[in-house]
């Protein structure tokens, strides 16, 4: 996480009304602030690398601006475990894509509350052809490992992360194009 925030505040984050030393809202330039984190992780890690080393860094944030794609991949926040939000992932990682964002996924499970077997089973298939592929949950939810739903599930999930891993070329080959062509890589 990479963006101011208060998390015991009212809208989680600055208030609408704080004022940086310009007297600009924190509102405007929020975002712009994930941005800069995100951009100097990123280059400083490229920085870091011995004269003969070409390590590539990777750097996630929920925090993005115009040109993050550049610095790293975009995970879409804290979603819930709830049907409403795996229905709104593919509609948001796409429209995401559009604008350039290609690095993106959402939380395979739901970060927040607890997921049953059958929402569990869909979101990982349909997270595994997302960009961004994880789990991701907070403290507080039950575990979910693929193992916690029962042989039948594990079985399911089994075979999301094997369709998600027998596409590594093709996934190696659309991140290649969308670098060179701007194309996105989810379509």
Request: proline share 5%; glycine share 8%.
């Amino acid at each position: 996480m990479n963006e101011p925030s208060v998390f015991n505040g009212p809208e989680v984050s600055m208030q609408k009304d704080l004022l940086n030393l310009d007297g600009i809202e924190h509102r405007e330039w929020h975002n712009l602030y994930g941005l800069l984190f995100q951009r100097a992780t990123s280059e400083g890690l490229v920085q870091r690398n011995l004269p003969d080393q070409n390590d590539r860094p990777f750097v996630l944030s929920r925090s993005f601006f115009a040109s993050s794609q550049k610095y790293g991949a975009i995970w879409t926040g804290d979603n819930e475990s709830k049907w409403s939000h795996l229905a709104i992932a593919a509609p948001m990682l796409l429209s995401m894509n559009v604008a350039a964002l290609s690095f993106v996924g959402a939380d395979v499970g739901g970060f927040f509350g607890n997921t049953d077997a059958e929402l569990m089973t869909r979101w990982m298939q349909a997270g595994a052809y997302q960009p961004f592929f994880r789990g991701h949950a907070h403290h507080d939810a039950k575990r979910r490992e693929p193992w916690m739903f029962g042989e039948e599930t594990l079985e399911r999930l089994r075979k999301a992360a094997m369709a998600r891993y027998a596409l590594t070329p093709f996934w190696y080959t659309v991140f290649h194009e969308a670098s060179v062509t701007g194309m996105p890589v989810m379509r």
